[in-house]
C-alpha cells in the first residue's frame, strides 16, 4: 500500500517536472505510427483537436480526443470533418470558434484543388456548420491562427508576396474578413512560409518557413517577438526544436508553459544503425511513433531560445 | 459466375506442381498487389529479387520516408509466404537493390556498409555494388565489386545480362545530369569502363534502376523527369542493330500519379514486378469516414508507402525486333 502510494507520488510529480527535451505527445493515442500534425487545445487543455493523413498527405482528417481521468480518450473523427480533406484546426483563444483549412467544395460536391480557411462555432448542441472566409482567394490559404482581438493570420501562396508563399493578416470586421495584408519583412522572405502561429496577445508569431540559409532540413520553425509595435528578426529555434526532417505546426499553450509542434524526426534519417536490427526490432521501429511520419510533439516554454 | 468446389479443383490442377509460387491461376492483365499482408503491408515495401526456383523472395522493407532500407526475406513453405526476416547481413547499414543472377549462383545489392577499417567510422559514405556467392543455403560474406563499376559517386540498381554485362544507376560525374544510367561489359572475367547509355535514355533529369534483359534486346528503366505521370516512372528503350531506342512511358497502367520503381521479369520470363506507391485514396469520400475507417485505409496497403505489383509480361507488350 505504502509502495503504490510512494509510486502515485513519484508519477504526479514527473507530469509537472521539467521537458527540457523533446518528447512525444500523446504516444499510442494520439501520436502513432499514422502521420499526426497540428494538435490545438480547448482553453482549459481537455479537449485536443488534431490531424491525421495519409502518408502522402493527400487525404486529411481533423479528430478530437478528449482528457479524461488523466488519459487521452480514443480520438473520433470530428463531427465537421471526415469526409473532404481538412487540416490546421486551430482553436480562437476563446475556444468557441475552430478554425481549419479545407479542400471541401463551397458550392457543389467536387473538392476544390486548393485550401481555403473555414471557421466552425461552438452551439448549444455542438458544432455549428463550417462557414467560408470572405478573404480566401483561388491560391491556397493555410494555417489560420487567431488573436484575441480576433485578427485572423494565415499562410497564402496567392500573386503578390516577398515569395513562394507568405503570412497574411486579416482583421475581423462585422464578424467576417475581407481584406488581407502581407505581414511583410521580417517574417516574409523569398523562401515559403507555410505554417503560423500567433499569441492571443498578439505578441509573439511562429512560424515554418523552407529554405532559409540558418536551415536544419526541410521545414523548420522560426520566432520572432513583437518589440515596440513591429516584429523582430526571425530567430531559428535551434537543433532541439527543428530536425532533418519537417517541423512545423507551431502552436503554444493557453497558459504559455509548453510549446507543442509536428515533426517527422524519427527513424530513417540516421546514417547507420548503432546495431543490427532483427525483423522484430525493425517492425517496431516502423509501426511505431517515430517512425518519421508525423508526430506530435512538446517542450516546456523556456526551452526555446530566447 | 460462381466457382464451384469442382471448379476450383479443376483450376488447381492447372497449376502444375512445377510452377514457381508466384504463378497465377488466371490471367493477370491488371496490376494486383503481391502477397497482400506478408510481402506488400502497410509499411514500405518495394524492391523484389526471386531465386531462379521462385520459392525465395528477397526485398526492401524501408522507412516511411524511404531513407533507410533493409533486405529482408520470405520463403515459400507450405503453400505461403513465411513472416520475413532480415537478410543476415543487412539490418545495420542501408543496404538495398537485390538481384539475383539467373543461375542463382550471385546475389548483387547496394550498400553504404564501411568498405574497410578506416570509413567504418566515417560519415556520408557513398553506396557500391556488392556481390555474395552462394553457400550452401546461404551466402557468402558480401565484397566491394571495385572499381571501374563503382566510383567516388553512388551506384543503384545492379541487373545483369546474360553474357555478364552489368547495368546500373550512377551519380559519377561526366553523365547527362544528376543521375545516369551505365553498363559496363565482362571482359576476361573484369568490368571495363563503364559506358553512359546515351540520350535514348538519359536526360538532364534522374534515370536510375535499370532491368535489362537477359539478351539485352530491351531495358526497363525508373526515371524522374517532366515526360512521367509523377514521382517516378518506369520507362521502356530497345536496343536495335546496337543502339538504342528513345525511351517510351510504360503508359497507365504501370505508372500512376505517385512513384514507380524496381522493374524485374520474374526468373519465368511471365511476370512483371514492380513497386509502386500508389494509393487506393481520392480526394474525397462518399460517405463520411468514421475513425476506424481511416484507421483501416492507413494501415492496409494502398496507404501510399510502397507496395509490390504483379501484372503478366505480356500486358506491357514489350516488342524487341
Known sequence: ?306 | MRLTPLIICFLCACLWPNDPPYASKQPLTEPAIFASGVISTADFDSHPAFTPDGKTLYFLRSSPTFNFWTIVESHFENNHWSTPEVLPISGQYRDADPFITRDGKRFYFISDRPKDAASASGTGRSLDIWFMERSGNGWAPPQNVGEPVNSAGNEWYPTIAQDGTIYFGSDRPGGKGRTDIYRSRLVDGKYTEPENLGDAINSQFEEFEPYISPDQKYLIFMAQRPDGRGGSDLFISYQRDGSWTKATNLGDKINSSGSEYSPLVSPDGKYFFWSSTRTAASTSQTKRLTYDDLLNRLRNPGNGLGDIYQIDLSALNIQPQ
Open chain 1, 1 to 306: 500500500m505504502l509502495k503504490s502510494s510512494l509510486f502515485i507520488l513519484v508519477l504526479s510529480v514527473s507530469v509537472h517536472a521539467q521537458l527540457s527535451e523533446p518528447r512525444i505527445f500523446g504516444e499510442g493515442v494520439i501520436s502513432t505510427r499514422d502521420y499526426e500534425s497540428s494538435i490545438t487545445f480547448t482553453p482549459d487543455g481537455k479537449v485536443a483537436y488534431f490531424v491525421k493523413s495519409t502518408p502522402d498527405l493527400s487525404f486529411r482528417v481533423i479528430l478530437m480526443s478528449r482528457l479524461e481521468k488523466g488519459k487521452w480518450t480514443t480520438p473520433e473523427v470530428a463531427s465537421f470533418s471526415g469526409e473532404y480533406s481538412d487540416s490546421d484546426p486551430c482553436f480562437s483563444p476563446d475556444g468557441t470558434k475552430l478554425y481549419f483549412a479545407s479542400r471541401r467544395p463551397v458550392e457543389g460536391t467536387a473538392p476544390k484543388a486548393d485550401n481555403d480557411i473555414w471557421v466552425v462555432e461552438k452551439t448549444s448542441s455542438g458544432w455549428g456548420a463550417p462557414r467560408h472566409l470572405s478573404m480566401n482567394t483561388a491560391s491556397q490559404e493555410t494555417s489560420p491562427a487567431v488573436t484575441a482581438d480576433g485578427t485572423l493570420y494565415f499562410s497564402s501562396n496567392r500573386p503578390g508576396g516577398k515569395g513562394a508563399a507568405d503570412i497574411y493578416r486579416a482583421k475581423l470586421v462585422n464578424g467576417d474578413y475581407t481584406a488581407a495584408e502581407n505581414v511583410g519583412e521580417p517574417i516574409n522572405a523569398p523562401g515559403p512560409e507555410v505554417q503560423v502561429f500567433v499569441t492571443p496577445e498578439d505578441d509573439m508569431l511562429i512560424l515554418a518557413a523552407l529554405g532559409r540559409p540558418d536551415g536544419q532540413g526541410s521545414l523548420d520553425l522560426y520566432l520572432s517577438r513583437r518589440v515596440d509595435g513591429a516584429w523582430s528578426k526571425v530567430i531559428n529555434l535551434g537543433n532541439k526544436i527543428n530536425s532533418q526532417g519537417v517541423d512545423s505546426a507551431p502552436r503554444i499553450s493557453a497558459d504559455r508553459h509548453t510549446f507543442y509542434w509536428t515533426s517527422t524526426r524519427g527513424y530513417g534519417f540516421e546514417e547507420q544503425q548503432a546495431k543490427r536490427l532483427s525483423y522484430k526490432e525493425l517492425s517496431g521501429k516502423l509501426q511505431g511513433a517515430g517512425n518519421s511520419l508525423g508526430d506530435i510533439y512538446q517542450i516546456d516554454m523556456s526551452a526555446l531560445p530566447h
